[in-house]
């Protein structure tokens, strides 16, 4: 995992720190959901809210950071005397990273969402006197 981070610079980071800002809103809406009282506060729809869209700007945020490192390679590699292939390929590989981890984050932040959605219209639902 750590070589993860470290191969996907400082977009890994970047990603790491949206993952454990939806663990965290995760976490929070789940216990608000889950606590005593009848209806949820309007900061509980907010915050489930937020899950999909840091999952959204971590999936823009990847593929942004794989165009920046092919960018970066392409500007290495035509500034090089001589290339070796399979240096040029395992550089492309590791572009990959980034959007690969952008798009598990926003596949797992829609699968929360939809969960705390979920739980958030059957607590409101029933929250509310017939």
Do not use: C, H
């Not at 996907?8 to 809406?29: D, E, Q």
Request: charged share 10%; hydrophobic share 55%; aromatic share 8%.
């Amino acid at each position: 995992m750590i070589d993860l981070i470290r191969f996907s610079g400082p977009w890994g980071i970047f990603l790491t720190v949206l993952i454990v800002v939806n663990l965290v809103l995760a976490g929070w809406s789940l216990m608000s959901l889950l606590g005593p009282g009848p209806i949820p506060g309007p900061g509980v729809k907010r915050r489930i809210d937020a899950i999909l869209f840091w999952g959204l700007m971590g999936a823009v945020a990847g593929i942004l950071g794989q165009v920046m490192g092919i960018y970066l390679a392409l500007q290495a590699i035509r500034a090089a005397p001589e290339i070796s292939p399979p240096v040029v390929m395992e550089g492309f590989s590791i572009s990959f990273l980034t959007t690969i981890g952008g798009l598990f984050l926003l596949l797992g932040s829609g699968v929360v969402w939809m969960g705390l959605r979920a739980l958030l219209n059957r607590k409101m639902t029933v929250g509310v006197p017939a």
